[in-house]
Nanobody, 125 residues
Framework: QVQLVESGGGLVQAGGSLRLSCAVSGRTFSRYTMGWFRQAPGKEREFVAAINDNGGSTFYADSVKGRFTISRDNAKNTVYLQMNSLKPEDTAVYYC??????????????????WGQGTQVTVSS
């Protein structure tokens, strides 16, 4: 059973930064495409960023491009989301997810096979 555990969320002022981490159990982390999604109250879960299995390709939602950076450390079975220049509209629960299929569409929620429980990010104005 693959388990994903997010950490690093919290309360930050607008313009500030946070770094989220997602630790993944199991021996096949390096084969997964990893993604970050977020869900604000009353809204659907939306794609934020993704990174392919070897870290060579990254993908971002337009709303976070230039402010957020996704990265991974396959030796540590961990994926990161560095969030800079945070805005109040970034407030949401952030989820990491793992996709076993390297050819699926990374921005589709249904592409992902495993999900973490989420970590709250709150940006005050």
């Amino acid at each position: 059973q693959v388990q994903l555990v997010e950490s690093g969320g919290g309360l930050v002022q607008a313009g500030g930064s946070l770094r989220l981490s997602c630790a993944v159990s199991g021996r096949t982390f390096s084969r997964y495409t990893m993604g970050w999604f977020r869900q604000a109250p009353g809204k659907e879960r939306e794609f934020v960023a993704a990174i392919n299995d070897n870290g060579g390709s990254t993908f971002y939602a337009d709303s976070v491009k230039g402010r957020f950076t996704i990265s991974r450390d396959n030796a540590k079975n961990t994926v990161y989301l560095q969030m800079n220049s945070l805005k109040p509209e970034d407030t949401a629960v952030y989820y990491c997810a793992a996709d076993r299929d390297r050819f699926s569409v990374v921005s589709f929620r249904k592409s992902y096979d495993y999900w973490g429980q989420g970590t709250q990010v709150t940006v005050s104005s």
